[in-house]
Each structure stands twice: as C-alpha cells, then as structure tokens.
C-alpha cells in the first residue's frame, strides 16, 4: 500500500484538464510547455506571458496548453512546487553537516553557497512568488512558506542544541534567531548582483554571510 499512494500523487499532480492522465507523449508535452514557460519568464514579466507564445515555442497549439494547465500562473505555480522540492537539499545542508567547532564555519559556507546558486538557478520562478506573495496571493505564498520553513526549522534546530551546550543564552528565541538568518540568506541571495554593483565582490559577500550563520547558530565566533 505504501507503495501506490506515491505512484496516484504523481498521477494527480499530472493529470490533464480532462481528468486524464497522460502518456509518456503527454507528459513530455508537458514537459516542454513548462521548460518554455520558465524560459520566457527569464526574459519577460510573468504579466506579459501569454500562452499562444509558450504554445509556440513549444511547438504546440493553446489548446494542447489548455489540456494541461488552466492558465499561465497554474504552469509557474508547478514550476514552483519543482523548484520548492528542489529546495530540499538546503535544509539537508544543515540537517546532515558538522556544527562542532570550526566545522561550523564549513557548514555554514556550503549553505551559502548552495543557498546563492539555488537562487540564481530559481531566480524567474522567485521573482514570481514573492511578487504574487506580497500582492496576497496564497497558493504561492504556501509554497514561500514551506520552502523556507523547513530551512528555518533546521536552523533552530542547531540554535538549541548549542543552547544546551551553554554556548548561547537561553532566553534566546531558536526560531526568532533562524528567521534572521534565513531572511538575511534570501534577500542576500536576491540581490547579489545588486551588492556586486555596489562593489562588494561575491567571495566576500559569502564570507560574511557564512560568518553570521556560523556564530549567530553557535554562538562561538568563526576562525579569522
């Protein structure tokens, strides 16, 4: 039984408009209907997306998008829901790494540094979310949450054990002291370029960030 419930979940993330669950042709349409979709949106506000375009880029008709997506925010919300499980391997960074000593240090760069390429490989579909986040729309706003809720909970994780180690104070609160890191994590990461503009060179942007991951979940100060 454990083994069916995954397979109908697939099936219904993929059923078509019709109720019918496309074939290997079908799914492959679909496919490309949403590579098209996020490569437009590298280019083009979402606002200006139409989907005779992304049909014709496709090498399809409208009415082949219509089978499988109501509209073009439905086919950036999938888009989101796959970058949001692609998102995992952020909280498994931290889940999984050392944060004893100067292995914090390690651990927090690789978090960074994963953090800013999943933001530039994601960057179109984000864009997206936090606009129609902060306009009020829920569906993506969800996806928001859950993506950087996992981080933050993992986070707060280490926070409280390096509170039960007596390296951190423990009126502290571990979740307040994760939602600044992860907070901090995205904007940096959404505005890297912009901090390049500014001069401020990207190895040095993600030593500092590291840094303040290392020291703010520890409470010990990173090696010079």
């Known amino acids: 039984m454990s083994e069916v419930t995954p397979l109908r979940a697939v099936d219904d993330d993929l059923r078509a408009a019709d ?3 496309p074939g290997r042709r079908g799914r492959a349409t679909r496919q490309r209907l949403l590579e098209c979709t996020s490569d437009m949106l590298t280019a083009t506000s979402y606002r200006d997306v139409k ?38 391997h952020l909280t498994a ?6 944060w004893d000593g100067a292995d914090a240090l390690a651990t927090s760069l690789e978090l960074v540094d994963a953090f800013l390429l999943f933001w530039d490989d994601h ?25 950087l809720n996992d981080i933050t909970n993992a986070l707060a994780d280490v926070t409280r054990v390096s509170q ?10 571990p979740m307040a002291v994760a939602g600044i890191l992860v907070s901090m994590l995205a904007h940096t990461a ?13 190895a040095k942007l993600r ?15 990173p090696p010079a």
């Open 123 to 147: 960057r179109p579909v984000l864009r997206v979310m936090d606009l129609a986040t902060d306009e009020g729309d829920g569906r993506f706003q969800k996806i928001r949450v859950r993506l």
């Open 190 to 202: 959404a505005h890297q370029y912009g901090f390049e503009f500014w001069g401020i060179r990207t």
């Open 164 to 173: 039960v180690g007596g390296r951190l104070p423990q009126a502290l609160d």
């Open 51 to 88: 989907v005779i375009d992304i049909a014709r880029d496709a090498g399809t008709s409208p009415a082949t998008f219509y089978q499988y997506f109501a509209d073009v925010e439905a086919a950036i919300l999938v888009l989101a829901e796959e970058m949001a499980q692609q998102g995992q």
């Open 19 to 21: 109720g019918r669950v």
């Open 93 to 98: 960074i931290i889940s999984d790494g050392s």
């Open 207 to 221: 030593e500092s960030m590291a840094r303040q991951v290392s020291w703010g979940v520890t409470g010990i100060s």
